[in-house]
DNA sequence: GCGGCGCTGGCAATCAGATTCTCGTTCGGT
DNA sequence: ACCGAACGAGAATCTGATTGCCAGCGCCGC
Protein backbone atom coordinates (compact mmCIF):
# COMPACT_ATOMS: atom_id res chain seq x y z
CA UNK A 1 0.00 0.00 0.00
CA UNK A 2 2.64 2.97 -0.89
CA UNK A 3 -0.26 4.69 -2.71
CA UNK A 4 -1.85 5.81 0.88
CA UNK A 5 1.22 5.87 2.77
CA UNK A 6 3.06 8.56 0.39
CA UNK A 7 0.54 11.19 1.15
CA UNK A 8 1.92 11.87 4.25
CA UNK A 9 4.61 14.35 3.14
CA UNK A 10 2.85 16.82 4.72
CA UNK A 11 0.86 19.35 2.34
CA UNK A 12 -0.24 16.67 -0.46
CA UNK A 13 1.49 15.90 -3.18
CA UNK A 14 3.04 12.47 -2.26
CA UNK A 15 3.08 11.17 -5.51
CA UNK A 16 5.43 13.72 -6.81
CA UNK A 17 7.84 15.24 -5.17
CA UNK A 18 10.95 12.49 -5.28
CA UNK A 19 13.56 15.66 -3.88
CA UNK A 20 12.61 13.68 -0.28
CA UNK A 21 15.00 10.88 -0.67
CA UNK A 22 17.07 12.50 2.00
CA UNK A 23 14.97 12.33 4.98
CA UNK A 24 13.32 8.97 4.03
CA UNK A 25 15.32 5.59 3.53
CA UNK A 26 16.60 4.93 0.63
CA UNK A 27 14.86 1.62 -0.05
CA UNK A 28 11.93 4.05 0.01
CA UNK A 29 13.05 6.63 -2.03
CA UNK A 30 13.74 3.98 -4.84
CA UNK A 31 10.34 2.47 -4.36
CA UNK A 32 8.79 5.58 -4.83
CA UNK A 33 10.86 6.99 -7.84
CA UNK A 34 10.09 3.54 -9.32
CA UNK A 35 6.42 4.20 -7.97
CA UNK A 36 6.21 7.79 -9.98
CA UNK A 37 7.64 6.21 -13.30
CA UNK A 38 4.55 3.59 -13.46
CA UNK A 39 2.11 6.74 -12.64
CA UNK A 40 3.91 8.52 -15.32
CA UNK A 41 4.08 5.79 -17.96
CA UNK A 42 0.71 5.25 -17.63
CA UNK A 43 -0.18 9.02 -18.15
CA UNK A 44 2.02 9.23 -21.00
CA UNK A 45 0.40 6.19 -22.65
CA UNK A 46 -3.58 7.93 -21.76
CA UNK A 47 -2.33 11.24 -23.24
CA UNK A 48 -1.24 9.11 -26.67
CA UNK A 49 -4.00 7.07 -26.84
CA UNK A 50 -6.75 9.08 -25.37
CA UNK A 51 -7.61 6.30 -23.88
CA UNK A 52 -7.60 3.87 -21.07
CA UNK A 53 -7.03 1.26 -23.19
CA UNK A 54 -3.35 0.36 -22.28
CA UNK A 55 -2.31 -2.73 -20.95
CA UNK A 56 0.24 -3.23 -17.78
CA UNK A 57 2.58 -4.74 -20.43
CA UNK A 58 3.03 -1.15 -21.99
CA UNK A 59 2.97 0.71 -18.78
CA UNK A 60 5.75 -1.99 -17.53
CA UNK A 61 7.70 -1.52 -20.61
CA UNK A 62 7.74 2.08 -21.00
CA UNK A 63 8.81 2.60 -17.59
CA UNK A 64 11.68 0.13 -17.65
CA UNK A 65 10.12 -2.04 -14.70
CA UNK A 66 8.93 -5.38 -14.62
CA UNK A 67 5.81 -7.08 -14.45
CA UNK A 68 6.72 -8.33 -10.91
CA UNK A 69 7.65 -4.79 -10.06
CA UNK A 70 4.44 -3.56 -10.71
CA UNK A 71 2.29 -6.23 -9.13
CA UNK A 72 4.26 -5.23 -6.27
CA UNK A 73 3.32 -1.78 -6.03
CA UNK A 74 0.21 -2.07 -7.51
CA UNK A 75 -2.92 -4.96 -6.63
CA UNK A 76 -4.04 -4.60 -10.34
CA UNK A 77 -4.98 -1.56 -12.86
CA UNK A 78 -7.84 -0.41 -11.11
CA UNK A 79 -5.38 0.55 -8.18
CA UNK A 80 -2.89 2.35 -10.79
CA UNK A 81 -5.86 4.12 -12.76
CA UNK A 82 -6.94 4.67 -9.11
CA UNK A 83 -3.93 6.38 -8.07
CA UNK A 84 -4.03 8.82 -10.90
CA UNK A 85 -6.77 10.01 -10.02
CA UNK A 86 -6.15 10.86 -6.70
CA UNK A 87 -3.30 12.72 -8.64
CA UNK A 88 -6.10 14.38 -10.28
CA UNK A 89 -8.20 15.03 -7.51
CA UNK A 90 -5.21 16.25 -5.43
CA UNK A 91 -4.02 19.05 -8.18
CA UNK A 92 -7.73 19.99 -9.41
CA UNK A 93 -8.26 20.28 -5.53
CA UNK A 94 -5.77 23.39 -5.32
CA UNK A 95 -6.52 24.83 -8.36
CA UNK A 96 -10.32 25.18 -7.65
CA UNK A 97 -9.35 25.90 -3.76
CA UNK A 98 -7.39 28.97 -5.90
CA UNK A 99 -10.49 29.85 -7.79
CA UNK A 100 -12.73 30.02 -5.34
CA UNK A 101 -10.44 32.23 -2.75
CA UNK A 102 -10.42 34.79 -5.75
CA UNK A 103 -13.82 35.96 -5.26
CA UNK A 104 -15.36 37.27 -1.81
CA UNK A 105 -18.83 37.24 -2.76
CA UNK A 106 -20.47 33.79 -1.63
CA UNK A 107 -22.37 33.00 -4.55
CA UNK A 108 -19.24 34.06 -6.75
CA UNK A 109 -17.19 31.74 -4.98
CA UNK A 110 -19.34 28.93 -5.84
CA UNK A 111 -19.80 29.75 -9.03
CA UNK A 112 -16.18 29.70 -9.31
CA UNK A 113 -16.16 25.97 -8.20
CA UNK A 114 -18.86 25.39 -10.22
CA UNK A 115 -16.89 26.08 -13.13
CA UNK A 116 -13.89 25.53 -12.14
CA UNK A 117 -14.52 21.66 -11.55
CA UNK A 118 -16.57 21.58 -14.78
CA UNK A 119 -13.23 22.58 -16.47
CA UNK A 120 -11.26 19.92 -14.51
CA UNK A 121 -13.63 17.11 -15.50
CA UNK A 122 -14.32 18.40 -19.12
CA UNK A 123 -12.40 16.83 -21.78
CA UNK A 124 -10.01 19.20 -23.47
CA UNK A 125 -8.71 18.98 -27.08
CA UNK A 126 -5.14 19.54 -28.00
CA UNK A 127 -4.86 22.97 -26.16
CA UNK A 128 -6.15 21.68 -23.02
CA UNK A 129 -6.72 24.16 -20.35
CA UNK A 130 -6.10 22.37 -17.11
CA UNK A 131 -3.55 19.87 -15.70
CA UNK A 132 -0.71 18.09 -17.57
CA UNK A 133 -3.12 15.35 -18.75
CA UNK A 134 -5.72 14.28 -20.56
CA UNK A 135 -8.22 13.55 -17.83
CA UNK A 136 -11.60 11.99 -19.96
CA UNK A 137 -10.02 8.80 -19.55
CA UNK A 138 -9.84 9.17 -15.86
CA UNK A 139 -13.46 10.74 -15.59
CA UNK A 140 -14.52 7.60 -17.35
CA UNK A 141 -12.83 5.60 -14.62
CA UNK A 142 -14.40 7.72 -12.04
CA UNK A 143 -17.50 6.85 -13.72
CA UNK A 144 -17.22 3.36 -13.56
CA UNK A 145 -15.98 3.48 -9.99
CA UNK A 146 -19.07 5.39 -9.22
CA UNK A 147 -20.79 2.00 -10.06
CA UNK A 148 -18.41 -0.68 -9.06
CA UNK A 149 -16.82 1.38 -5.17
CA UNK A 150 -18.75 4.68 -4.89
CA UNK A 151 -17.15 4.32 -1.66
CA UNK A 152 -14.05 4.86 -3.28
CA UNK A 153 -14.95 7.31 -5.41
CA UNK A 154 -16.19 9.37 -2.71
CA UNK A 155 -13.18 9.03 -0.45
CA UNK A 156 -10.72 10.63 -3.24
CA UNK A 157 -13.55 13.33 -3.93
CA UNK A 158 -14.03 13.77 -0.49
CA UNK A 159 -12.09 17.11 0.08
CA UNK A 160 -14.00 18.83 -3.14
CA UNK A 161 -16.96 17.47 -1.48
CA UNK A 162 -16.38 19.17 1.35
CA UNK A 163 -15.60 22.56 0.03
CA UNK A 164 -18.96 22.69 -2.33
CA UNK A 165 -20.86 21.90 0.87
CA UNK A 166 -18.91 24.66 2.40
CA UNK A 167 -19.68 27.08 -0.17
CA UNK A 168 -23.55 26.25 0.17
CA UNK A 169 -23.46 26.33 3.62
CA UNK A 170 -22.05 29.72 2.98
CA UNK A 171 -24.13 30.97 0.33
CA UNK A 172 -27.63 29.99 2.75
CA UNK A 173 -26.37 31.54 5.60
CA UNK A 174 -25.89 34.57 3.18
CA UNK A 175 -29.01 34.87 2.01
CA UNK A 176 -28.08 34.15 -1.51
CA UNK A 177 -29.75 30.64 -2.77
CA UNK A 178 -32.21 28.61 -0.25
CA UNK A 179 -32.30 24.79 -0.17
CA UNK A 180 -33.45 22.27 2.76
CA UNK A 181 -30.44 19.85 2.72
CA UNK A 182 -27.11 21.53 1.46
CA UNK A 183 -25.86 18.24 1.36
CA UNK A 184 -28.01 16.65 -0.88
CA UNK A 185 -27.82 19.64 -2.67
CA UNK A 186 -24.13 19.70 -2.87
CA UNK A 187 -24.75 15.77 -4.63
CA UNK A 188 -26.98 17.74 -7.66
CA UNK A 189 -24.24 19.86 -8.36
CA UNK A 190 -21.37 17.79 -8.34
CA UNK A 191 -23.44 15.15 -10.55
CA UNK A 192 -24.14 17.62 -12.59
CA UNK A 193 -21.15 19.57 -13.32
CA UNK A 194 -18.53 16.55 -13.19
CA UNK A 195 -20.59 14.54 -15.41
CA UNK A 196 -22.07 17.37 -17.67
CA UNK A 197 -19.76 16.03 -20.33
CA UNK A 198 -21.68 12.99 -20.40
CA UNK A 199 -24.28 14.85 -21.98
CA UNK A 200 -22.33 16.34 -24.79
CA UNK A 201 -21.81 12.87 -25.93
CA UNK A 202 -25.75 12.65 -26.60
CA UNK A 203 -26.25 15.66 -28.37
CA UNK A 204 -24.00 16.37 -31.63
CA UNK A 205 -25.82 18.52 -32.41
CA UNK A 206 -23.16 21.51 -31.72
CA UNK A 207 -26.02 24.05 -30.57
CA UNK A 208 -26.75 22.04 -27.96
CA UNK A 209 -23.09 22.00 -26.37
CA UNK A 210 -23.20 22.09 -23.02
CA UNK A 211 -20.43 24.75 -21.35
CA UNK A 212 -19.52 24.97 -18.00
CA UNK A 213 -21.57 28.42 -17.59
CA UNK A 214 -24.74 26.16 -18.35
CA UNK A 215 -24.42 23.59 -15.66
CA UNK A 216 -23.84 26.55 -13.63
CA UNK A 217 -26.29 28.07 -14.63
CA UNK A 218 -29.08 25.21 -14.67
CA UNK A 219 -27.62 24.30 -10.52
CA UNK A 220 -28.27 28.05 -9.94
CA UNK A 221 -31.80 28.11 -11.79
CA UNK A 222 -32.81 25.11 -13.02
CA UNK A 223 -36.09 25.97 -14.95
CA UNK A 224 -37.10 29.09 -13.76
CA UNK A 225 -40.88 29.34 -13.93
CA UNK B 1 -30.04 -8.39 -37.39
CA UNK B 2 -33.14 -9.78 -36.26
CA UNK B 3 -33.22 -7.34 -33.74
CA UNK B 4 -33.85 -4.34 -35.49
CA UNK B 5 -36.38 -5.87 -37.79
CA UNK B 6 -38.39 -7.46 -35.21
CA UNK B 7 -39.42 -3.86 -34.34
CA UNK B 8 -42.26 -3.72 -37.54
CA UNK B 9 -45.26 -5.30 -36.07
CA UNK B 10 -46.94 -2.34 -35.71
CA UNK B 11 -47.19 -1.05 -32.10
CA UNK B 12 -43.58 -1.54 -31.04
CA UNK B 13 -43.64 -4.59 -28.72
CA UNK B 14 -41.90 -6.52 -31.60
CA UNK B 15 -39.90 -8.67 -29.12
CA UNK B 16 -42.98 -10.21 -26.77
CA UNK B 17 -45.40 -11.41 -29.09
CA UNK B 18 -44.56 -14.66 -30.38
CA UNK B 19 -47.87 -15.35 -31.34
CA UNK B 20 -47.58 -13.69 -34.89
CA UNK B 21 -45.97 -16.73 -35.96
CA UNK B 22 -48.93 -17.71 -38.67
CA UNK B 23 -48.57 -14.64 -40.13
CA UNK B 24 -45.15 -15.00 -40.63
CA UNK B 25 -42.85 -17.41 -41.72
CA UNK B 26 -42.01 -20.30 -39.72
CA UNK B 27 -38.57 -20.37 -39.95
CA UNK B 28 -38.49 -16.57 -38.81
CA UNK B 29 -40.61 -17.96 -36.51
CA UNK B 30 -38.63 -19.86 -34.68
CA UNK B 31 -35.55 -17.52 -34.69
CA UNK B 32 -37.92 -15.05 -32.64
CA UNK B 33 -38.36 -17.19 -29.93
CA UNK B 34 -35.38 -18.40 -29.78
CA UNK B 35 -33.99 -14.89 -29.55
CA UNK B 36 -36.92 -14.26 -27.16
CA UNK B 37 -35.40 -16.91 -24.93
CA UNK B 38 -32.12 -16.16 -25.18
CA UNK B 39 -33.50 -12.52 -23.89
CA UNK B 40 -35.54 -13.98 -21.04
CA UNK B 41 -32.52 -16.23 -20.09
CA UNK B 42 -30.61 -13.14 -19.56
CA UNK B 43 -33.13 -11.15 -17.56
CA UNK B 44 -33.35 -14.54 -15.29
CA UNK B 45 -29.60 -14.09 -14.71
CA UNK B 46 -29.87 -10.75 -13.84
CA UNK B 47 -32.60 -11.06 -11.67
CA UNK B 48 -31.36 -13.98 -9.67
CA UNK B 49 -27.38 -12.29 -9.40
CA UNK B 50 -28.61 -8.44 -9.62
CA UNK B 51 -25.76 -7.80 -11.74
CA UNK B 52 -24.95 -8.24 -15.50
CA UNK B 53 -22.03 -10.22 -14.69
CA UNK B 54 -23.09 -13.41 -15.98
CA UNK B 55 -21.68 -15.41 -19.04
CA UNK B 56 -22.62 -16.16 -22.32
CA UNK B 57 -22.47 -19.95 -21.52
CA UNK B 58 -24.67 -19.25 -18.61
CA UNK B 59 -27.34 -17.53 -20.48
CA UNK B 60 -26.88 -20.40 -23.62
CA UNK B 61 -27.17 -23.09 -21.30
CA UNK B 62 -30.55 -21.68 -19.40
CA UNK B 63 -32.29 -21.07 -22.79
CA UNK B 64 -30.73 -24.47 -23.81
CA UNK B 65 -29.31 -22.95 -27.07
CA UNK B 66 -26.16 -23.23 -28.62
CA UNK B 67 -23.19 -20.80 -28.50
CA UNK B 68 -23.22 -20.91 -32.29
CA UNK B 69 -27.03 -20.52 -32.32
CA UNK B 70 -26.11 -16.87 -29.67
CA UNK B 71 -23.39 -15.70 -31.88
CA UNK B 72 -25.94 -16.00 -35.07
CA UNK B 73 -28.20 -13.69 -33.11
CA UNK B 74 -26.09 -11.24 -31.76
CA UNK B 75 -22.66 -10.17 -32.54
CA UNK B 76 -21.90 -10.48 -28.75
CA UNK B 77 -22.25 -9.81 -25.05
CA UNK B 78 -22.72 -6.11 -25.41
CA UNK B 79 -25.47 -6.26 -27.78
CA UNK B 80 -27.56 -8.49 -25.93
CA UNK B 81 -27.28 -6.04 -23.07
CA UNK B 82 -28.39 -3.82 -25.60
CA UNK B 83 -30.93 -5.67 -26.60
CA UNK B 84 -32.16 -5.82 -23.17
CA UNK B 85 -32.13 -2.38 -22.67
CA UNK B 86 -34.18 -1.24 -25.94
CA UNK B 87 -36.90 -3.44 -23.83
CA UNK B 88 -36.66 -1.32 -20.96
CA UNK B 89 -37.06 1.37 -22.63
CA UNK B 90 -39.73 0.50 -24.83
CA UNK B 91 -41.89 -0.82 -21.76
CA UNK B 92 -40.61 2.39 -20.04
CA UNK B 93 -41.70 4.78 -22.91
CA UNK B 94 -45.49 3.15 -22.83
CA UNK B 95 -45.62 3.40 -19.47
CA UNK B 96 -44.07 7.39 -18.56
CA UNK B 97 -46.12 8.37 -21.77
CA UNK B 98 -49.34 6.99 -20.02
CA UNK B 99 -48.28 8.46 -16.52
CA UNK B 100 -47.72 11.84 -18.51
CA UNK B 101 -50.82 11.85 -20.33
CA UNK B 102 -53.18 11.54 -16.94
CA UNK B 103 -52.16 15.23 -16.80
CA UNK B 104 -53.36 18.19 -18.02
CA UNK B 105 -51.18 20.81 -16.88
CA UNK B 106 -48.14 21.65 -18.69
CA UNK B 107 -45.57 21.93 -15.26
CA UNK B 108 -47.89 18.82 -13.88
CA UNK B 109 -47.19 16.41 -17.44
CA UNK B 110 -43.66 17.55 -16.90
CA UNK B 111 -43.02 16.65 -13.48
CA UNK B 112 -44.86 13.32 -13.86
CA UNK B 113 -42.30 12.37 -16.58
CA UNK B 114 -39.45 12.96 -14.22
CA UNK B 115 -40.93 11.29 -11.62
CA UNK B 116 -41.91 8.55 -13.81
CA UNK B 117 -38.52 8.58 -15.62
CA UNK B 118 -37.06 8.04 -12.19
CA UNK B 119 -38.75 5.21 -10.88
CA UNK B 120 -37.60 3.57 -14.18
CA UNK B 121 -34.04 4.28 -13.48
CA UNK B 122 -33.94 3.61 -9.90
CA UNK B 123 -32.67 0.36 -9.10
CA UNK B 124 -35.12 -1.30 -7.13
CA UNK B 125 -35.15 -3.33 -3.97
CA UNK B 126 -36.98 -6.52 -3.75
CA UNK B 127 -40.02 -4.60 -3.77
CA UNK B 128 -39.87 -4.03 -7.50
CA UNK B 129 -42.47 -1.15 -8.39
CA UNK B 130 -41.85 -1.04 -12.30
CA UNK B 131 -41.54 -3.26 -14.98
CA UNK B 132 -40.51 -7.21 -14.65
CA UNK B 133 -37.16 -7.25 -14.36
CA UNK B 134 -34.04 -5.64 -12.52
CA UNK B 135 -33.01 -2.62 -14.39
CA UNK B 136 -29.93 -1.15 -12.68
CA UNK B 137 -27.65 -3.41 -13.76
CA UNK B 138 -28.67 -2.29 -17.02
CA UNK B 139 -28.71 1.28 -16.37
CA UNK B 140 -25.39 1.18 -15.75
CA UNK B 141 -25.02 -0.37 -18.96
CA UNK B 142 -26.52 2.17 -20.43
CA UNK B 143 -23.73 4.19 -18.42
CA UNK B 144 -21.28 2.68 -20.14
CA UNK B 145 -22.94 2.99 -23.85
CA UNK B 146 -22.90 6.55 -22.73
CA UNK B 147 -19.09 6.87 -22.46
CA UNK B 148 -18.55 4.03 -25.23
CA UNK B 149 -21.09 4.81 -28.14
CA UNK B 150 -23.18 7.52 -26.56
CA UNK B 151 -24.77 7.84 -30.41
CA UNK B 152 -26.58 4.03 -29.75
CA UNK B 153 -27.45 5.04 -26.46
CA UNK B 154 -29.20 8.28 -28.12
CA UNK B 155 -30.92 6.08 -30.39
CA UNK B 156 -33.07 4.22 -28.02
CA UNK B 157 -33.40 6.95 -25.52
CA UNK B 158 -34.65 9.09 -28.43
CA UNK B 159 -38.23 8.76 -28.26
CA UNK B 160 -37.99 9.21 -24.57
CA UNK B 161 -36.07 12.48 -25.06
CA UNK B 162 -38.17 13.48 -27.84
CA UNK B 163 -41.12 13.28 -25.45
CA UNK B 164 -39.36 15.28 -22.38
CA UNK B 165 -38.43 17.85 -25.02
CA UNK B 166 -42.23 18.18 -26.13
CA UNK B 167 -42.77 18.31 -22.73
CA UNK B 168 -40.79 20.91 -21.84
CA UNK B 169 -41.72 23.20 -25.07
CA UNK B 170 -45.45 22.70 -23.95
CA UNK B 171 -44.21 24.42 -20.63
CA UNK B 172 -42.55 26.94 -22.18
CA UNK B 173 -45.05 27.64 -24.68
CA UNK B 174 -47.68 28.12 -21.47
CA UNK B 175 -44.84 30.10 -19.56
CA UNK B 176 -44.83 27.77 -16.91
CA UNK B 177 -40.97 27.61 -17.16
CA UNK B 178 -38.49 29.73 -19.22
CA UNK B 179 -35.53 28.47 -20.66
CA UNK B 180 -33.55 29.77 -23.83
CA UNK B 181 -32.95 25.91 -25.17
CA UNK B 182 -35.32 23.63 -24.07
CA UNK B 183 -33.36 20.99 -26.19
CA UNK B 184 -30.16 21.36 -23.90
CA UNK B 185 -32.41 21.71 -21.08
CA UNK B 186 -34.05 18.23 -21.76
CA UNK B 187 -30.50 16.93 -21.60
CA UNK B 188 -29.52 18.67 -18.05
CA UNK B 189 -33.03 16.72 -16.92
CA UNK B 190 -32.47 13.58 -18.50
CA UNK B 191 -29.32 13.28 -17.19
CA UNK B 192 -30.10 14.68 -13.57
CA UNK B 193 -32.92 12.23 -13.34
CA UNK B 194 -31.75 8.90 -15.17
CA UNK B 195 -28.31 8.76 -13.52
CA UNK B 196 -29.90 10.60 -9.74
CA UNK B 197 -29.52 6.95 -8.63
CA UNK B 198 -25.47 7.05 -8.89
CA UNK B 199 -25.41 9.96 -6.37
CA UNK B 200 -27.37 7.72 -4.10
CA UNK B 201 -24.40 5.64 -3.76
CA UNK B 202 -22.08 8.28 -3.43
CA UNK B 203 -23.66 9.42 0.23
CA UNK B 204 -24.46 6.37 2.34
CA UNK B 205 -25.74 8.83 4.64
CA UNK B 206 -29.42 7.75 4.97
CA UNK B 207 -30.49 11.34 5.14
CA UNK B 208 -29.17 12.32 2.09
CA UNK B 209 -30.85 10.03 0.07
CA UNK B 210 -32.00 11.59 -3.10
CA UNK B 211 -35.50 10.55 -4.22
CA UNK B 212 -37.13 11.29 -7.34
CA UNK B 213 -39.11 14.28 -6.11
CA UNK B 214 -35.52 15.67 -4.87
CA UNK B 215 -34.60 15.36 -8.63
CA UNK B 216 -37.80 17.15 -9.92
CA UNK B 217 -37.33 19.98 -7.68
CA UNK B 218 -33.64 20.44 -8.04
CA UNK B 219 -34.73 20.08 -11.53
CA UNK B 220 -37.27 22.81 -11.43
CA UNK B 221 -35.44 25.07 -8.94
CA UNK B 222 -32.38 24.16 -9.17
CA UNK B 223 -30.88 26.09 -6.05
CA UNK B 224 -33.29 28.84 -4.84
CA UNK B 225 -31.66 32.59 -4.42
C1' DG C 1 34.54 -10.05 3.76
C1' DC C 2 30.50 -13.41 4.49
C1' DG C 3 25.84 -15.50 4.30
C1' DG C 4 21.14 -14.42 4.22
C1' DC C 5 16.99 -11.72 3.13
C1' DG C 6 14.23 -9.12 0.49
C1' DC C 7 13.64 -6.73 -3.68
C1' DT C 8 14.15 -7.41 -8.90
C1' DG C 9 14.01 -8.77 -13.63
C1' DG C 10 12.63 -11.92 -16.94
C1' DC C 11 9.66 -15.16 -18.42
C1' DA C 12 6.53 -18.96 -18.65
C1' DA C 13 2.24 -20.57 -16.77
C1' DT C 14 -2.43 -19.93 -15.45
C1' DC C 15 -7.00 -18.10 -15.77
C1' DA C 16 -11.31 -16.23 -17.22
C1' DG C 17 -14.29 -15.23 -20.69
C1' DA C 18 -15.44 -14.02 -25.07
C1' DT C 19 -15.42 -15.33 -29.74
C1' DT C 20 -14.45 -18.79 -33.59
C1' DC C 21 -14.10 -22.98 -35.82
C1' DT C 22 -15.10 -27.80 -37.10
C1' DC C 23 -18.07 -31.44 -37.95
C1' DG C 24 -21.60 -34.12 -38.22
C1' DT C 25 -27.03 -33.57 -37.84
C1' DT C 26 -31.37 -31.85 -38.67
C1' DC C 27 -34.87 -29.19 -40.90
C1' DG C 28 -37.66 -27.04 -44.52
C1' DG C 29 -38.83 -26.50 -49.01
C1' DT C 30 -39.45 -28.77 -53.35
C1' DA D 1 -35.62 -38.25 -51.18
C1' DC D 2 -32.25 -34.25 -52.11
C1' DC D 3 -29.73 -29.78 -51.13
C1' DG D 4 -28.26 -26.01 -48.72
C1' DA D 5 -28.98 -23.38 -44.63
C1' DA D 6 -29.34 -23.61 -39.77
C1' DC D 7 -28.13 -26.11 -35.50
C1' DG D 8 -25.81 -28.36 -31.38
C1' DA D 9 -21.72 -29.86 -29.00
C1' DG D 10 -17.37 -28.94 -27.85
C1' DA D 11 -12.71 -27.98 -28.76
C1' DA D 12 -9.65 -24.35 -30.11
C1' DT D 13 -8.17 -19.38 -30.08
C1' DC D 14 -7.23 -15.06 -28.28
C1' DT D 15 -6.53 -11.21 -25.29
C1' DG D 16 -5.02 -9.57 -21.21
C1' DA D 17 -4.56 -9.70 -16.42
C1' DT D 18 -2.47 -12.00 -12.70
C1' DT D 19 0.84 -15.46 -10.56
C1' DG D 20 4.58 -18.48 -10.01
C1' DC D 21 9.31 -19.63 -10.29
C1' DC D 22 14.06 -19.04 -10.32
C1' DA D 23 18.31 -16.78 -10.56
C1' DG D 24 20.82 -12.18 -9.55
C1' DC D 25 22.02 -8.47 -6.67
C1' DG D 26 22.61 -4.97 -3.12
C1' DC D 27 22.38 -4.04 1.61
C1' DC D 28 22.23 -5.75 6.42
C1' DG D 29 24.46 -7.21 10.74
C1' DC D 30 28.36 -9.61 12.16
Known sequence: MAKADDLQD???????HRAVSKSLSAARSRAEQRVQRLLD???ELIDERGTAEFTIQEVVERSKQSLRGFYQYFEGKDELLFALLE???RESLVDIREAVDAESEPIERLRAF???????CMPLGKGRKRGKHNRLPISEFSLQLAVQDPERLAAVMAPISRLLVELLDAAVA??????????RAALFVQQTVMYGWLMNRLAHNPRATVTAGDAWEFCLHGLRG
Request: no cysteine.
Open 10 to 16: GHGSGWR
Open 41 to 43: AAF
Open 87 to 89: EIA
Open 114 to 120: TIRLHEW
Open 174 to 183: ARAIRVEDTR
